[in-house]
């Protein structure tokens, strides 16, 4: 079975810290992605990386930073946490679809990150 | 831009009746994916359907189904003889731009099944 993993499923911090949220997934996925969830916002896309050293900003990225040094490993980085940002995020994984078949994403169980 | 629609923000029914979920998407690209999600309370999404903008045939799972109707842009999902492990938020989602793998999600659904 696919397994993505979340390194906390909740996390307290003070506005101006520095923050890092980890993925990881075991699967040799090429695609993993970066979502917050919010109450009646559903999930919106931050940032999304299709291969190593590779990322793409998603719908809300302003506020945050990424990295994939390693194909199972996709940080999110809120360089200065602010209060708006706390939020319940998460993390999912994908292969990388061929020219006919879409790969479905898989979904970690989220980090609840409440910054005070 | 694409955009989802799920207008039934919270549903309640008693259980082993059927209920359905809403879901409307827009769109101006004529190849798309189109998704249901389920986040139960443990927070992980879980994958229960994809349907491609080609195939409008509707699909039948267990006690699930699924309606689509490019006519209305719809993607409706229904419960048949629902269950208390059905309680969840429900989660409609599209993606466009083929090959592009970037989901729009609907807001969801939480849909709570009475004992």
């Known amino acids: 079975d696919v397994k993505v993993t979340q390194s906390s499923r909740y996390l307290v911090k003070r506005t101006g810290e520095k923050v890092f949220l980890e993925c990881v997934q075991d699967?040799?996925?090429?695609?993993m992605f970066w979502y917050r969830q919010d109450p009646g916002l559903g999930l919106r896309l931050i940032y999304f990386?299709?291969?190593?050293?590779?990322?793409e900003k998603g719908d809300i990225p302003e506020g945050y930073s990424v990295s994939r040094e390693k194909k199972e490993r996709f940080s999110l980085i809120l360089e200065s946490a602010s209060t708006n940002q706390t939020s319940m995020y998460l993390c999912?994984?994908?292969?990388?679809?061929?020219?006919?078949?879409?790969?479905?994403?898989?979904f970690g169980p989220g980090t609840r990150l409440t910054v005070l | 831009a694409q955009k989802v629609t799920q207008a039934q923000t919270e549903i309640s029914v008693v259980e082993k009746e059927d209920v359905t979920l809403d879901c409307v998407y827009e769109?101006?690209?004529?190849?798309?994916?189109l998704f249901w999600y389920k986040q139960p309370p443990s927070g992980e999404l879980v994958f229960l359907i994809r349907?491609?903008?080609?195939?409008?045939q509707n699909e039948i799972s267990g006690r699930y189904s699924w309606n689509f109707q490019k006519s209305t842009s719809s993607f409706n999902f229904t419960i048949t003889a629902s269950q208390v492990v059905d309680s969840a938020v429900y989660f409609c989602?599209?993606?466009?731009?083929?090959?592009?793998?970037?989901?729009?999600f609907g807001t969801g659904t939480r849909l709570t099944i009475i004992p």
């Open positions: 349907r491609n903008s080609f195939d409008e």
């Open positions: 769109t101006r690209d004529t190849t798309y994916y």
């Open positions: 999912a994984s994908s292969l990388l679809a061929g020219a006919d078949k879409y790969n479905e994403q898989f």
């Open positions: 990386s299709y291969d190593v050293k590779m990322k």
């Open positions: 699967m040799d996925h090429e695609n």
């Open positions: 989602a599209l993606e466009n731009n083929f090959g592009n793998e970037k989901l729009t």
